[in-house]
């Protein structure tokens, strides 16, 4: 299996066009099949371009993704992660997605050096 009941993942939604509004997700899988993966989780957008500031939305969401589209970029993080407590912070060039704990995840996308 490539992914399994209970991993946790972080979804990165490719923007098609320019003004595309910018959408991650952070979940615990629920089941996978044949390139699909049902998770729940939250979802995180930019609400503002101009903040590039990630919002987490309030409520439990159950997602469906495909990975044989390409439109998504999926990590699998650890196990110890606390969704709820998953958060974006920036420090200067540096934009991370973290849950408070030593872990962090990098994200590069907003193109910085």
Known sequence: MLLLKGEKIHVVHRRLFEKDIRKHFVGE???YE???VRATGY???IDDPRENVFRKRAELRTRIF????GNI???VIPPTVELAKVRYESHGHCFRVTDGSEWQLEIKEFGWA
């Open 29 to 31: 899988v629920e089941d």
């Open 34 to 36: 044949d390139g699909l």
């Open 43 to 45: 979802v995180f957008m």
């Open 66 to 69: 495909s990975l044989h589209g």
């Open 73 to 75: 970029i999926l990590n």
